[in-house]
C-alpha cells in the first residue's frame, strides 16, 4: 500500500511533443504528491506538486493531472524541449509521515 | 542549486569498511533526511531527523546510523560495507515537517564505491 508505480521506464518525444509520464497509488490517504526532475550527477529538484482536492496543476510548460477516484496522477510537458531531458520521479506522501514514497523513475529523451 | 551541501561527492572504500556521509541542510531548515539510490531499487528513505530528534526511519540497516547535531548538520555511517552497499546517497532537508509547504530539497549526493 505504499508504494506508487511509474510508467514507462523511459520516453523518446520529438522536440515540440507533448512527454507524458503516469504515477499510480494504492493508499487513499496520500495527500501530497509531487514531481522530481533529476539529471545526470545531481540530486532530485522539485518540478511541481500536487494535493488531492485539485484536478490539475499548471507551471508554464509542466501540467499535473490528478484523478483521485482513479488513484493515479500524471505529468504532462507541453513542448518538449532537448533540456528537459532528464529522469523524471513521481512521489507521494501521507501527512505527518516525515516520508516521499518515490515511483521507479522515466529516462525522458528529447530529440531534437 | 538547493543550498543542501553533502560531502564528500565520490567515495571509493573496500568492503567491511566503515565510512561517514556528511550533510548540511539549506539555511532555516530543521528536518534532515537520507535517501539511498540505486539502479534496481530507486530512491528508498533511511531516515528523517527534526531539530536533533530522530522522527522516522524506513529500509535502514543496522548496519547504518545517523544523527543530526546542534548545528542541525548530519552524518549517516555507514560501517561494515559490503559491495552492496554501493549506491548513491542523498541528503535532503524541509523547513519542518513534510507537507505541501514544507518540500523536500535534495543535495547532489555522495557516491559510495564498495570494491
Known amino acids: 500500500q505504499q508504494q506508487v508505480k511509474q510508467s514507462p521506464q523511459s520516453l523518446i518525444v520529438q522536440k515540440g511533443g507533448i512527454s507524458i509520464i503516469n504515477c499510480a497509488y494504492e493508499?487513499?490517504?496520500?495527500?501530497?504528491f509531487p514531481w522530481y526532475q533529476q539529471f545526470p550527477g545531481k540530486g532530485p529538484a522539485l518540478l511541481i506538486a500536487?494535493?488531492?482536492?485539485?484536478s490539475e496543476k499548471k507551471e508554464g510548460r509542466f501540467t499535473i493531472s490528478f484523478n483521485k477516484s482513479a488513484k493515479q496522477f500524471s505529468l504532462h510537458i507541453m513542448d518538449s524541449q532537448p533540456g528537459d531531458s532528464a529522469t523524471y520521479f513521481c512521489?507521494?506522501?501521507?501527512?505527518?509521515?516525515?516520508?516521499?514514497?518515490f515511483g521507479q523513475g522515466t529516462r525522458l529523451t528529447i530529440n531534437p | 542549486d538547493s543550498g543542501v551541501t553533502q560531502t564528500p561527492k565520490h567515495l571509493i572504500t573496500a568492503t567491511g569498511q566503515r565510512v561517514t556521509l556528511r550533510c548540511s541542510p539549506r539555511s532555516g531548515d530543521l528536518s534532515v533526511y537520507w535517501y539511498q539510490q540505486s539502479l534496481d531499487q530507486g530512491l528508498q528513505f533511511l531516515i528523517q531527523y527534526y531539530n536533533g530528534e530522530e522522527r522516522a526511519k524506513g529500509n535502514i540497516l543496522e548496519r547504518f546510523s545517523a544523527q543530526q547535531f546542534p548545528d542541525l548538520h548530519s552524518e549517516l555511517n555507514l560501517s561494515s560495507l559490503e559491495l552492496g552497499d554501493s549506491a548513491l546517497y542523498f541528503c535532503?532537508?524541509?523547513?519542518?515537517?513534510?507537507?505541501?509547504?514544507?518540500?523536500?530539497?535534495f543535495g547532489n549526493g555522495t557516491r559510495l564505491t564498495v570494491t
Open positions: 512521489a507521494a506522501s501521507l501527512q505527518g509521515a516525515q516520508k516521499l514514497v
Open positions: 493508499n487513499t490517504a496520500f495527500d501530497y
Open positions: 500536487i494535493r488531492p482536492d485539485v
Open positions: 535532503a532537508s524541509s523547513v519542518g515537517v513534510l507537507t505541501y509547504n514544507s518540500p523536500l530539497h
